[in-house]
């Protein structure tokens, strides 16, 4: 399978909202530190059901996702956590700056070249889609590979399991899902016998069983990575589009560059809202909430969510006297399930969105305004290009 997703035939706009959607920050943060009322048990379900050949297709690959992270409810959920988070501490996020430093310039300079060469680029494919990925395989000790197909696999398992794709395109991401998941068990197996140190293997040596293992590693190695591509897709066209007071000159400072993607972080992260399900009969705010009822909080600004009021992004941003420390507060999450990864991703993206905005002066947006990507819980540009000035 290739890397390009098709748009899913069924649009949102014409289904039935099937969530209580939380939008208020406060009240997200109840849903979120609630976990005994409300469970992140369908945190990784496909937003769309699956056909009977598409759940063919995976079962023949043995595709399996026990509840390991993101959606274990269990009190397993806080020792594997730990073993994860030892990966991500501070101290070692600090440490891969200059790393970060050297792979965004390394892609900048592959995209002056081009641009240089054909007069425009795609500044998502040329320098927010790979340095992520080379990072994030670098701090789990695992060995730093196939990453186009990675990619690729990455942007269709996000479709699989938050878009609304017909029954074809079902078949066409289960193949690829099972390709990605039998690529990833072998490299549970590669890992867990290597002698260097690595996430898939302390965490076998934690007990998790190679499914156990499959399952945190398929979703951990999409969030880790494409989340934060896509972080920066949109920092960088935001910039470039100028419609946010803050140009692509000033971005070429790294305070700059880090205020800024606060900015997008607090308006419209890549991951602008995430599920929750109700454990038993309870209340949100005095109102009642079945048990069983499923629950969209919104984190940041969606401004493509299928059920927001026409011209409402509702972004966390956008809410006076937001509680917490940062107006972005609650674009990783909030409680016990908190994305890991925050700080390594914020430090990715104002590293790249500065070093690009550094190298490429006076680049200009060319051509019509980007596809962007629409899914239940994840949206960006599926593409920034951009021209050098004219002379």
């Not at 994305?339 to 390594?344: D, E, I, R």
Request: neutral net charge; aromatic residues 6%.
């Amino acid at each position: 399978m290739n890397g390009a997703v098709a748009m899913p035939s069924v649009q949102p706009a014409a289904l039935e909202c099937p969530y209580k959607v939380v939008r208020d920050p406060d009240t997200v943060r109840q849903v979120l530190h609630r976990p005994d009322d409300f469970s992140p048990a369908n945190a990784l379900l496909a937003v769309t059901p699956l056909n009977g050949q598409a759940l063919r297709i995976l079962q023949k690959a043995r595709f399996a996702l026990p509840p390991v992270l993101a959606s274990n409810p269990g009190p397993s959920h806080a020792g594997i956590r730990r073993v994860v988070a030892g990966f991500f501490t501070p101290a070692k996020v600090a440490a891969m700056e200059p790393r970060i430093h050297a792979l965004a310039r390394d892609a900048v300079a592959g995209a002056g070249s081009d641009l240089a060469s054909k007069g425009t680029v795609d500044l998502v494919q040329s320098v927010a889609a790979f340095p992520p990925a080379i990072v994030m395989m670098e701090m789990l000790g695992l060995p730093v590979r196939d990453l186009p197909q990675l990619k690729g696999w990455s942007l269709e398992s996000l479709e699989l399991f938050w878009g609304w794709p017909d029954p074809v395109r079902q078949v066409e991401l289960a193949h690829s899902a099972a390709g990605f998941y039998t690529w990833l068990r072998e490299l549970v197996h590669e890992a867990v016998a290597a002698p260097n140190p690595n996430l898939f293997k302390a965490l076998a040596e934690h007990g998790l069983r190679v499914p156990e293992v499959c399952s945190l590693g398929y979703f951990l190695l999409i969030a880790g990575q494409e989340t934060t591509t896509q972080l920066i897709g949109t920092t960088l066209f935001r910039l470039l589009e100028g419609s946010r007071g803050m140009n692509w000159e000033h971005a070429a400072s790294g305070a700059k560059a880090r205020d800024f993607v606060r900015h997008i972080l607090a308006t419209e992260s890549s991951v602008p809202t995430w599920r929750r399900v109700a454990v038993r009969d309870t209340e949100l705010k005095g109102e009642p909430v079945a048990a069983g009822q499923e629950i969209l909080v919104e984190l940041t600004g969606n401004h493509g969510f299928p059920w927001a009021p026409a011209g409402d992004p509702s972004g966390v941003g956008d809410v006076p006297g937001q509680p917490g420390p940062t107006p972005y507060a609650l674009a990783f999450g909030s409680g016990i399930h908190r994305c890991l990864g925050a700080k390594l991703a914020e430090l990715e993206a104002a590293v790249v969105v500065e070093e690009t905005a550094s190298a490429l002066k006076r680049v200009r947006l060319q051509g019509p305004a980007p596809e962007w990507l629409r899914l239940l819980s994840f949206q960006a540009p599926r593409t920034v290009t951009v021209a050098a000035p004219p002379n």
